[in-house]
Every structure is written in structure tokens, then in C-alpha cells.
């Protein structure tokens, strides 16, 4: 699986260069590394379309996405590491910024996140972003602009960067939130977590590096990514002793049993584009209300159904605007349904967000922005 990933990234020779080296991760720019640190605000400021062109040229010449690679060692490493590192808290119902441990792995190991698309935006992916000319001279102006400090243009400068231009972007859920999370709202020491919504790994690496030993199980309909899943899983297990269940299949259909707790972070009917596979929401449903009769309330039934007594079913969501800026209400409906079908709702926890730099993004000010879980009881 590690050759395949990394003839996906194109980084084959970079690889063999790493193992040579005898190092277990890589950017495919440590042969310009010092050359880019060269590259201050100063000499921004005295000369920034020229400064912009030679950074753009250093980065065209190698044109590798700026993210950090992985050789299989490093990645059983940095499981351990992540393994022996200290959980969130969620204090006041809040989960506080910062802590994007496991992040690095989960962008390697999911080639396929950096090329979805959020829908309505077309070829706007992250990899997409990097080879248009002109965003990446964008994200590099970006990088002079609001950053501080030294390495303004570090391939994982670039990176972020990337993620600012033209919006969107297709997020993986925080493997230390994702801990942090399961650790507070599941009633039970070794406890049967459901993450009916597996996704790229964020919660998988999460809740399964807990010390607290849980028994995971993630479904996900998209044939790559339970490929990557399955992966990570068997690292995992290599690494710290203790795996999940990745099950191919729609939480419309399954029908988990004897669960302790159910968290995810379902996918929208509309927002991102995964892939073709007519599994996908995005493919199944074509409005609202079609998703919420398809897939909401089957996958809460199937949940209602399996959950123990003293169980807990918990829902990362969040009101959301799609290009074009129509705005789609989520939920309020979501807690509505799901008191329909014989929840209750007991809390609602805040994740902590970044604001973007730009106008009207004061954080002196105490501007605050959040994405809520949602949690509810039988």
C-alpha cells in the first residue's frame, strides 16, 4: 500500500531518497528548504512581484504538492507519538483551538481528500489549487501578507495558504478532537463506538490511539477511501496494539448493534464531491428534503435501534452556504428529526474554528467562530 501511495503522489524517487537517507518523513523540497528560508518580509517588501515570481519558480520546478510524506516507519512513529500524547478537554461544552496532531498522517494516507471537490466550484481541490499559476502566486502573496515570523513560504506555509484561496475546502475531522470527544461522551471504559460516517480517518486515528481502549467501528460507502481505512487500521494495530472495524456500506442500511456511542460527521447531500460511486449522498439526493427522508432518518432509526439504554448518539453538523451563497439550515432540522424518532437533546458541545485573516475577521474583538456537536440520549 505505501508503494501505491506513493506512486499516487507522484513522489516515488523522493521515497527511495528518504529511505536511503534513513528518514521516516519528507516534503520533496529539503533540497531548497534553505532557500526558501531566505525568503523574508523584508525582501518581500522591497521588491514583492519579483520575490513572488522566484518563489513560484522554485515551487514549479520540483511541483510536488506541499504536504508532508511518509515512509511506513514514519507513520507507525508518528501513530506512537500520537498514542503517548495528552488528550483535549472539553471544558464549559468547548474544545479550544489548536492540538492538529495527526493531521499530517491523515492528509498522506487519504490521496483522495486532496482531490475532492467541493460542488459548484468544479476543479477546485487543493491539488487542483497548487498547479493554477495563478492561485499558487496567490497562496504565495498570502504567505508574505499574513504570516509572521520565519519560513513565510515553507511548503507547509504554502500549504495553508492553499487552503485560504478561492474558500472551500474539503476538511478531515481532528483525530485529537475526535479523542477528546469519545473520551467525554461515551458512558463506558472499552466502550462500542459507531462512526456511521468514517470519512478520512480523522476519528478512526483518533478514538483508536485513546488509552481508554475503544472498540471502533466506521463505515464508509467510497471504495478508495475504505481502502486507505483499512490501511491506517492495520497501522494502527502495528503501532499501539489495538484496531477497529472498517464495514463498506450506508448508514441508511446498516444496522449497527449493541453501541455505546455514535458519533460522526455526516456528509452533505450537496457540499463536496467525493467521487461517482452512486453511493455517495451527493449522487443519491438532489435537495434537502430528499436527504433528510433518505439518509437522516434511516440512519437514526438504524442508530435508535442498535444504541444501548444509557447510550449516547452524538452529531458533529452545521448550518452551511454552498457557492452561490444559498444558505441550507441544518440544524435545527437535524435536532427536530432526531426528537422525532426518540431522542433527546442533552447538550451541544463548541469546536473552536479559526477565523480567516481579512476584514471583518477581528479576533481582538472576540469574534468567535464554532462548529457544534450535538449530542442526544435515548
Request: hydrophobic residues 35%.
Amino acid at each position: 500500500m505505501i508503494e501505491n501511495l506513493h506512486k499516487i503522489w507522484e513522489v516515488e524517487q523522493y521515497a527511495t531518497l528518504a529511505r536511503l537517507k534513513g528518514e521516516t518523513t519528507f516534503t520533496c523540497y529539503e533540497s531548497v528548504a534553505e532557500q526558501l528560508a531566505g525568503y523574508t518580509k523584508a525582501r518581500y517588501q522591497g521588491a514583492p512581484e519579483k520575490t513572488i515570481e522566484e518563489v513560484f519558480t522554485i515551487y514549479r520546478g520540483i511541483n510536488i504538492v506541499p504536504i508532508d510524506y511518509y515512509t511506513e516507519q514514519g507513520l507507525i512513529t508518528d501513530i506512537k507519538v500520537l498514542y503517548d500524547s495528552i488528550s483535549n478537554e472539553v471544558k464549559d461544552y468547548r474544545i479550544g483551538l489548536g492540538n492538529n496532531q495527526g493531521q499530517t498522517i491523515n492528509r498522506f494516507l487519504f490521496p483522495n481528500m486532496m482531490t475532492a471537490e467541493p460542488k459548484g466550484r468544479g476543479s477546485n481541490s487543493l491539488r487542483d489549487r497548487f498547479l493554477d499559476d495563478r492561485k499558487l502566486h496567490r497562496a504565495i502573496k498570502l504567505c508574505f501578507e499574513f504570516r509572521e515570523g520565519q519560513n513565510l513560504v515553507s511548503p507547509t506555509a504554502l500549504r495553508r495558504a492553499l487552503e485560504l484561496v478561492t474558500g472551500e475546502n474539503v476538511q478531515n475531522f481532528k483525530p485529537m478532537h475526535a479523542r477528546t470527544l469519545v473520551e467525554y461522551l461515551c458512558p463506558t471504559i472499552w466502550g462500542q463506538v459507531y462512526d456511521y460516517s468514517a470519512g478520512y480517518g480523522g476519528r478512526l486515528l483518533g478514538i483508536t490511539t485513546s488509552k481508554m481502549v475503544f472498540n471502533y467501528t466506521g463505515i464508509d460507502p467510497n471504495t478508495e477511501t475504505v481502502g486507505h481505512l483499512k490501511y491506517l487500521n492495520k497501522l494502527i494495530h502495528e503501532a499501539v496494539g489495538n484496531s477497529g472495524q472498517i464495514i463498506q456500506s450506508v448508514s441508511e442500511e446498516y444496522e449497527p448493534e449493541d453501541i455505546d456511542l455514535a458519533f460522526s460527521s455526516p456528509p452533505y447531500f450537496n457540499l463536496e464531491k467525493y467521487c461517482d460511486e452512486p453511493t455517495q449522498c451527493m449522487n443519491r439526493y438532489t435537495t434537502m428534503d430528499e436527504w433528510f427522508e433518505g439518509y437522516v432518518v434511516p440512519t437514526m432509526r438504524n442508530i435508535h435501534k442498535g444504541l444501548n439504554t444509557d447510550g449516547v448518539f452524538a452529531t458533529n453538523i452545521a448550518d452551511y452556504k454552498s457557492y452561490g451563497n444559498k444558505e441550507f439550515k441544518v440544524v435545527d432540522r437535524w435536532i427536530s428529526t432526531a426528537e422525532s424518532l426518540g431522542f433527546k437533546h442533552k447538550q451541544t458541545i463548541k469546536m473552536m474554528l479559526n477565523t480567516r485573516p481579512g476584514v471583518g475577521n477581528n479576533k481582538v474583538e472576540g469574534r468567535e467562530k464554532f462548529e457544534g456537536v450535538y449530542v442526544f440520549t435515548k
